[in-house]
């Protein structure tokens, strides 16, 4: 199992992306929040990846955390009718902390939204999920990691919610924060996120 790409960015779209690794080049399917975080082409990234193979494909999904990557995976194995390109979509449109916020609250409004899924769809994505979220089994080796992300998710979802509570739609909240991590950098602070959303 492929568990992470890391080498020289050569292409990069919203969906797609393409690193080089020892004259190889892998095309690597992403997510709009993954896109948001890559380098300059030439520059080194690495992604955290899950690959899957079908009779007639083999593709390769990749994500800036292992949290990302994990939660993708949960989607397509728990919830029927999430394949990978709905899993993709969805994880697009919301950030990993707004989709498990909207999975713990029920929201099926915020999850609906998601292009390719409906009520139905949003609604079985919380009766699949709601105890699976927020509770990702990383492997020890990657604890010193998982540490890390797990701060830039909960200050990210703390500043979220600040924005909700001032009147912001959920996904024009998401997005601000989102903004605001790409300007300020993951070590942001909750506050901090707040003011550069807000300014």
Same mark, same amino acid.
């Given at each position: 199992?492929?568990?992470?790409?890391?080498?020289?960015?050569?292409?990069?779209?919203?969906?797609?992306?393409?690193?080089?690794?020892?004259?190889?080049?892998?095309?690597?399917?992403?997510?709009?929040?993954?896109?948001?975080k890559l380098p300059a082409?030439?520059?080194?990234v690495k992604l955290h990846?899950?690959?899957?193979?079908?009779?007639?494909?083999?593709?390769?999904?990749?994500?800036?955390?292992?949290?990302?990557?994990?939660?993708? !995976? /949960?989607? $397509? @194995?728990?919830?029927?009718? #999430? +394949?990978?390109?709905?899993?993709? =979509?969805?994880?697009?449109?919301?950030?990993?902390?707004?989709?498990?916020?909207?999975?713990?609250?029920?929201?099926?409004?915020?999850?609906?939204?998601?292009?390719?899924?409906?009520?139905?769809?949003?609604? !079985? /994505?919380? $009766? @699949?999920?709601?105890?699976? #979220? +927020?509770?990702?089994?990383?492997? =020890?080796?990657?604890?010193?990691?998982?540490?890390?992300?797990?701060?830039?998710?909960?200050?990210?979802?703390?500043?979220?919610?600040?924005?909700?509570?001032?009147?912001?739609?959920?996904?024009?909240?998401?997005?601000?924060?989102?903004?605001?991590?790409?300007?300020? +950098?993951?070590?942001?602070?909750?506050?901090?996120?707040?003011?550069?959303?807000?300014?």
């Amino acid at each position: 199992m492929i568990t992470s790409v890391q080498g020289t960015l050569t292409f990069a779209s919203t969906l797609k992306a393409i690193i080089e690794i020892n004259g190889l080049g892998y095309e690597v399917n992403i997510p709009l929040t993954t896109s948001e975080k890559l380098p300059a082409l030439g520059s080194t990234v690495k992604l955290h990846t899950l690959v899957i193979y079908r009779e007639d494909s083999q593709n390769m999904y990749g994500f800036s955390s292992t949290q990302d990557r994990d939660f993708f !995976r /949960l989607m $397509i @194995e728990h919830v029927s009718g #999430v +394949g990978p390109k709905v899993a993709l =979509s969805i994880m697009s449109r919301l950030s990993l902390p707004l989709l498990e916020n909207a999975i713990r609250l029920g929201d099926v409004a915020t999850l609906a939204k998601c292009p390719g899924i409906g009520r139905k769809t949003a609604e !079985r /994505l919380i $009766i @699949e999920l709601k105890t699976k #979220v +927020g509770g990702i089994s990383t492997d =020890s080796a990657f604890a010193t990691e998982a540490s890390a992300e797990g701060n830039v998710v909960n200050h990210q979802r703390d500043a979220i919610s600040a924005l909700i509570a001032l009147g912001y739609k959920a996904q024009d909240a998401d997005q601000s924060v989102r903004q605001a991590i790409l300007l300020l +950098g993951p070590k942001a602070t909750t506050e901090a996120l707040i003011k550069k959303a807000l300014g």
